[in-house]
């Protein structure tokens, strides 16, 4: 069974930079897609950024040019940082992966962008 632990939430001044890291039970290797999501208040789950074995990177368009998603295999965990943080950043995120078992997710960890 495939688990996967958040860490790095917070409060984070507009123009900072957000890190968060997703520690992946079991390893990276036997995954098909590893990547981010966050709910703001109030709306909808989205696409952070994603990377795949088999498929391009993907990302949304509100974090492209400010973002990356670093993996480390030796480490079994996934990192997301978002440079120039804005306060619609502000959301709960979710690490996500995938399987020819299943979906994914971690419990979420809170991310505010405030001054």
């Known amino acids: 069974q495939v688990q996967l632990v958040e860490s790095g939430g917070g409060v984070v001044q507009p123009g900072g930079s957000l890190r968060l890291s997703c520690v992946v039970s079991g390893g990276l290797s036997s995954l098909y897609t590893i990547g981010w999501y966050r709910q703001a208040p109030g709306k909808q789950r989205e696409l952070v950024a994603r990377i795949s074995h088999a498929l391009p990177e993907r990302s949304s368009d509100s974090v492209k040019g400010r973002f990356s998603i670093p993996r480390d295999n030796a480490k079994n965990t996934v990192t997301l940082q978002i440079d120039s943080v804005k306060p619609e950043d502000t959301a709960v995120y979710f690490c996500?992966?995938?399987?020819?078992?299943?979906?994914?997710w971690g419990q979420g960890t809170q991310v505010t962008v405030s001054s």
């Open positions: 996500y992966a995938d399987d020819d078992r299943g979906d994914y």
